[in-house]
């Protein structure tokens, strides 16, 4: 039988960390290359750990809602859920059943909102679903 340590178990915690970091930010570097030029492996590692404390505060934890979430956060800043009050509303969205529903939403009205023209002060409309 097969007994793993801790130390193993993080270590390969860590790992998989690791792996994860390096596909986000090969993702962050193909989607968004202008905004990604200039920054280091290690910033952007750094820059990925932060959003994924973020999203984690808004219930989003798996790998397509981090990477939606912090694909918004590279595009609007790393802080936009303070600057943008539509933002903040869609994440903490209590009509929205899950996490990954709201980190959807999100990324669906932060395209929106950068294709919006130079005025900027307010994102489309929610659109209403019917059931």
Request: glycine residues 2%; hydrophobic residues 45%.
């Amino acid at each position: 039988m097969l007994t793993l340590r801790q130390e193993q178990t993080d270590l390969f915690a860590r790992l998989e960390l690791e792996r994860f970091e390096a596909r986000v930010i090969a993702h962050l570097r193909q989607y968004f290359p202008q905004r990604m030029a200039s920054v280091s492996e290690q910033n952007a590692r750094g820059l990925v750990r932060f959003c994924m404390e973020r999203a984690r505060r808004y219930g989003i934890v798996t790998e397509r809602s981090l990477v939606l979430y912090i694909s918004v956060a590279v595009a609007l800043g790393s802080r936009f859920d303070q600057r943008h009050a539509w933002a903040a509303e869609i994440l903490r969205d209590p009509f929205i059943a899950t996490p990954e529903a709201r980190v959807e939403e999100l990324h669906r009205r932060a395209v929106e909102f950068l294709d919006a023209p130079q005025e900027r002060a307010a994102p489309p409309a929610r659109r209403e679903v019917s059931l």
